[in-house]
């Protein structure tokens, strides 16, 4: 399917904005100006957007604790998202949250999370209330090579085959689950073949080619909207970090990291792409750039001066009934 130029500057536009927030957000933790712990997304941007740009506010999606690219993606504005990975009042979770458990239900981000193989069950929830109430939405669930590993994501996959619910398994296959490389903990190696066992379909995309995920997600979500039920991607690509901030990388070669950011950089490939074929031109893009970097400098700056949470605060959004 052909994609509108504005569509095409849209997606190049939270591809950028992705790169540019993270790179900020490494900054201001190395500075100490971030509390807690970050995980950093840079590489995967193609994933993200690829995928969420066939979503609409009302479908829903779950993460990991490596979130912050999909939650830009699904439309959370990044003033709030960097107020609340400063800890700040105004945050999008009033600064309770943190970086790894961003939510907004209003554009269907239902939180990242810390749980690692968390989101396909939240997911396969969202989607089993989309069926029961015959709404026209479906759910997506993040879920990385490491988490691809985890029983829960099993159990989720048998439920949504069983129940012939909304749902995509999207797993990004970054190559490392923390420091332990793909191709050691994956039995199988192909996690898009192992999601086709439960019996739904399932294919294997280049993560970094942000066309070949958009196309892969359009037919699932097509296939879900029209009572097909669910279907599982995984997008190859690998992250440009570690697995946190901080991270030495000592499981990782110097020419493997440079190999990966001179050859595997979704935005390069994209904008090679659109230009080559006359899509958009350099100035066009390059003044994308220039307005993300503007604003993503403006949320740091704002975020940096906000006010954090009161004692009073941690009295508020806690449930405490009676059971």
């Known amino acids: 399917m052909q994609l509108s130029r504005d569509d095409l500057v849209k997606a190049y536009r939270l591809m950028r904005t992705i790169r540019a927030f993270e790179e900020r957000v490494f900054v201001e933790f190395e500075s100490g100006n971030i509390p807690g ?6 590489g995967q941007e193609a994933s993200a957007v690829g995928v969420c740009m066939s979503l609409t506010d009302a479908d829903k999606i779950g993460s990991t604790h490596r979130g912050h ?6 439309g959370v504005e990044v003033r709030g998202m960097m107020h609340e990975i400063y800890g700040r009042r105004d945050g999008v979770c009033g600064g309770k949250g943190g970086s790894m458990h961003i939510a907004d239900f ?20 969202a989607a089993l209330a989309a069926k029961t109430k015959g709404e026209d939405s479906v759910a997506v ?13 099993f159990e989720a996959m ?49 993560g970094t080619d942000f066309f070949a995920v958009y196309e892969a997600t359009r037919e699932a979500v097509t296939r879900a909207r029209a009572g097909g039920g669910p279907s ?36 390069t490939i994209f904008r090679r792409r659109v230009t080559e074929a006359g899509l958009l031109d350099g100035d066009q ?3 994308v750039d220039a307005a993300v970097l503007a604003e993503v400098d403006e949320a740091a700056r704002s975020a940096g001066a906000a006010d954090f949470p009161t ?13």
């Open 69 to 74: 690219g999909h939650c830009i993606a699904k």
């Open 37 to 42: 712990f970050v995980h950093l997304y840079s």
């Open 285 to 287: 893009l390059d003044a």
């Open 141 to 153: 669930s993040f879920t990385g090579d490491g988490g691809s590993n985890q029983g829960t994501v």
């Open 232 to 267: 599982a991607i995984e997008t190859v690509n690998r992250r440009f970090g570690g697995h946190f901030c901080g991270d030495p990388m000592l499981y990782r070669t110097a020419e493997e990291r440079e190999h990966t950011r001179l050859n595997k950089d979704p935005l």
């Open 158 to 206: 048998n439920l949504a085959v069983v129940l012939q619910l909304p749902v995509l398994f999207v797993f990004e296959n970054n190559g490392f689950g923390e420091g332990t490389g793909h191709d050691y903990a994956v039995g199988s190696r192909d996690i898009a073949k192992r999601a086709e066992g439960f019996g739904m379909p399932a294919t294997r995309v280049d």
């Open 106 to 125: 209003d554009k269907g981000m239902i939180g990242a999370n810390a749980i690692v193989g968390g989101a396909p069950p939240l997911a396969v929830g």
């Open 311 to 323: 004692a009073r605060d941690l009295e508020t959004d806690v449930y405490a009934g009676a059971y």
